[in-house]
């Protein structure tokens, strides 16, 4: 079974998250400069590697080089908090420039790269740092964001509705057991900051 196949886990100790940050700050100086990027927009937005990996920077920034507020997913506005605001910017100086028509996680010939890259990263992270039993791959990026909402939210019924109609809008309804009508209320509050 590949790592892409593995089953993934959610991140649940701060201490780790801040080990692979440190991790990735260095792994930057010597590779595709992306990665740390990546990781804090995962951790922090719970969007999945498809739809990170789809996203152009004039979806990201404004035209005067600031970064939006938020990042438009479905009918969602998932609004970008501090960490993933920083990590846009600090990204954005190692750049030499900037095509608004171009991914942000792209490769060369400006095609998005592929989720099988960032998982190899995620296994020499995994590997290098001997991180508990936990697979890490890609999807234990989202599961992180998932996880500390839970945590943080577990009981406000609204926002657990709104997080799963966002996520996994074909499964089981939370908003039906939570009795709220999620209709035209497409705000997500993202009070997450990892």
């Not at 590697?49 to 996203?55: C, M, N, P, Q, V």
Request: charged fraction near 20%; hydrophobic fraction near 35%.
């Amino acid at each position: 079974m590949s790592i892409d196949q593995e089953p993934s886990y959610p991140i649940t100790d701060k201490n780790d998250i801040e080990l692979i940050r440190m991790y990735m700050s260095e792994y930057v100086r010597h590779t595709f400069s992306n990665h740390l990027l990546y990781f804090n927009l995962a951790i922090n937005t719970g969007l999945k590697t498809k739809i990170l990996l789809s996203y152009k920077w004039n979806d990201i920034l404004n035209l005067d080089m600031t970064v939006k507020d938020y990042l438009q997913y479905n009918n969602y506005k998932l609004y970008l908090n501090n960490t993933c605001k920083r990590a846009i910017y600090d990204n954005l100086n190692m750049l030499n420039n900037i095509d608004f028509n171009n991914y942000v996680f792209g490769n060369r010939k400006n095609k998005p790269i592929i989720s099988s890259t960032i998982n190899k990263v995620y296994r020499d992270i995994h590997k290098d740092l001997n991180i508990g039993n936990l697979c890490l791959n890609t999807g234990s990026l989202y599961k992180t964001f998932i996880y500390w909402q839970i945590y943080y939210n577990c009981r406000d019924y609204i926002k657990l509705a709104k997080l799963q109609d966002m996520l996994y809008p074909t499964s089981t309804n939370l908003w039906k057991i939570a009795n709220y009508n999620i209709d035209n209320d497409y705000i997500y509050i993202n009070d997450v900051n990892l």
